[in-house]
């Protein structure tokens, strides 16, 4: 079975270099890029209008965004080796502080909140994976050892009780947060593994990179369970959608796909650019119909909905 998505609108030139990230939150999305500024637009009205920039929030650019699920706080990385801290209040992102635990660039790389915002990980450099408190001066209150490859990629479970993160050299960790301990090293995809993604019910993690392959993994028994297969270039962006019922990813050349988790097959590919997507994104839904975004070298934010659904 396959769907259909149609693009509603694409943001030409959002921003004046490649977009790397794009974090979601009710109303909005929040894009990072090569520049020096965030930008938020917003997603409620039908020209996703400009809604608020960042001037300046990171020097030499924005690599990785993330909003906590509440839609109220979000961390943002920089090339430089800042991580700042973003509130959502009175109708306005302001920040509320930095990361600034040895910060240096190469010692924050990818980032993850927890679902209300409080505690911040991060992968480094040498492998590391770091766990902050946001809400008590940002101090560092966790940090997990790998084998010392680059992390490339990270992500948290709803429920609090996992970090997983994925390496240079293919490998792929679970940690426990409540022990401090590694819950699993999964079977490794070989090659970088550039992005990692827990379902919403938290049983499932997807996890892709260089090797095209996006492999499906069992929370609980740290088994893989699926490879899906079907892309042709490195995978950059996995998003699991609100019921866990499809995954979105982007690839180097341009492609994005959606799959069915419960047929383990592709349901829909877009090609309209055959420049790198770094990011894709499901919108929170409303009404009937889904909604994704992706975004990349082409500098624009395009938008898909469902043909079916009102």
Not at 60 to 80: I, N, P, R, T
Not at 94 to 107: F, L, Q, S, V, Y
Not at 160 to 179: D, L, M, R, V
Request: charge should be neutral.
């Amino acid at each position: 079975m396959s769907k259909q998505y149609l693009t509603t609108h694409t943001i030409d030139n959002a921003h004046i270099t490649d977009i790397f990230s794009l974090a979601v939150v009710p109303g909005q999305i929040i894009s990072g890029s090569g520049s020096s500024s965030i930008q938020i637009n917003s997603t409620s009205e039908q020209d996703f209008p400009l809604k608020q920039t960042l001037e300046k929030a990171h020097k030499l650019g924005c690599h990785h965004l993330v909003a906590s699920k509440d839609g109220l706080k979000l961390a943002s990385a920089g090339f430089e080796g800042q991580c700042i801290i973003w509130n959502f209040n009175e109708g306005e992102w302001k920040e509320e502080g930095r990361i600034t635990d040895g910060n240096k660039a190469g010692e924050t790389w990818a980032i993850a909140l927890s679902k209300d915002g409080q505690y911040l990980a991060s992968t480094t450099h040498d492998g590391r994976v770091n766990v902050w408190d946001t809400k008590n001066n940002g101090q560092q209150i966790q940090s997990f050892e790998t084998k010392g490859s680059y992390g490339m990629a990270i992500d948290m479970s709803e429920d609090g009780k996992f970090t997983a993160s994925g390496h240079q050299n293919g490998s792929i960790y679970i940690f426990n947060n409540s022990t401090g301990r590694l819950q699993h090293s999964l079977p490794s995809l070989v090659k970088p593994v550039r992005t990692v993604a827990f379902s919403p019910a938290c049983k499932l993690l997807a996890a892709a990179g260089d090797s095209k392959v996006i492999g499906l993994y069992d929370v609980s028994s740290g088994e893989q369970i699926a490879n899906l297969t079907g892309h042709g270039a490195w995978v950059f962006s996995v998003d699991w959608s609100f019921t866990g019922e499809y995954l979105l990813s982007g690839a180097f050349d341009g492609k994005t796909k959606v799959w069915s988790i419960d047929t383990r097959n592709c349901v829909a590919t877009h090609a309209e650019t055959d420049k790198t997507i770094w990011a894709v994104k499901w919108l929170p839904k409303s009404g009937k119909s889904e909604m994704f975004a992706a975004a990349g070298a082409n500098r624009s934010i395009s938008f898909y909905r469902e043909a079916t659904g009102g």
